[in-house]
């Protein structure tokens, strides 16, 4: 379940003596505050969602939002605002979730550098991620290299999402029986996506 909402947090506030309250009408009583309202997700904050301006009479208690306030309000709101800073934590969140995007796009441009190497020079314990003409997919694990010769072993089994084949790759699902191919056959089938992904250990 995603748990997601907004919060706020107070960015400062001002008692400018020439003020007048509308209501109780006495000067130098009323406070006016700033708030910036920013989106949480799991209770992290995510990103600014704007900032809200109310006043206080500390005479009579009365509130009022930026919406309610009289015009000679607006300039000593608009003096608190520009010296007012968006925390810098505010868009926590949002940083978090694009270092994790940053870093996975590093991870798989760094995956399918690696993935050239593994075509090119094989070793035993390499696994193959294999398409199969009839859509399922299974595994192929290398058990050896020789010269130019690729020996691998099969995997008994097939699934039908290449995502779960992590669920298939087990040491007792495999064949006992070893196949061979040449070296040049191994970078034709990833070509052709047959091999669909090279992981090694």
């Known amino acids: 379940m995603i748990i997601y909402g907004h919060n706020s947090s107070d960015l400062g506030s001002s008692k400018p003596n020439s003020l007048k309250c509308p209501s109780c009408e006495n000067t130098g009583t009323t406070t006016l505050y700033l708030f910036g309202k920013y989106a949480t997700l799991f209770w992290v904050p995510m990103f600014p969602m704007g900032k809200k301006m109310i006043s206080e009479c500390s005479h009579c208690k009365v509130v009022m939002e930026k919406k309610q306030m009289p015009p000679e309000f607006n300039l000593p709101l608009q003096n608190l605002k520009d010296?007012?800073?968006t925390p810098i934590w505010n868009w926590t969140g949002?940083?978090?979730v694009t270092g994790i995007i940053i870093f996975g796009l590093f991870q798989s441009k760094q995956h399918d550098t690696d993935v050239i190497t593994y075509i090119q020079q094989p070793v035993a314990k390499d696994l193959y991620d294999v398409k199969l003409?009839?859509?399922n997919y299974t595994t192929f694990k290398v058990t050896n290299v020789e010269?130019?010769?690729?020996?691998?072993?099969?995997?008994?089994?097939?699934?039908?999402r290449s995502s779960k084949l992590y669920k298939i790759d087990k040491d007792e699902n495999y064949s006992d029986e070893i196949f061979s191919m040449h070296k040049s056959k191994l970078k034709e089938l990833f070509d052709s996506g047959d091999i669909i992904d090279i992981s090694r250990n």
Do not use: A
């Open 83 to 85: 010296q007012s800073k």
């Open 94 to 96: 949002l940083v978090i």
């Open 133 to 135: 003409e009839d859509g």
């Open 147 to 160: 010269n130019d010769s690729i020996y691998f072993r099969m995997n008994d089994y097939v699934i039908s």
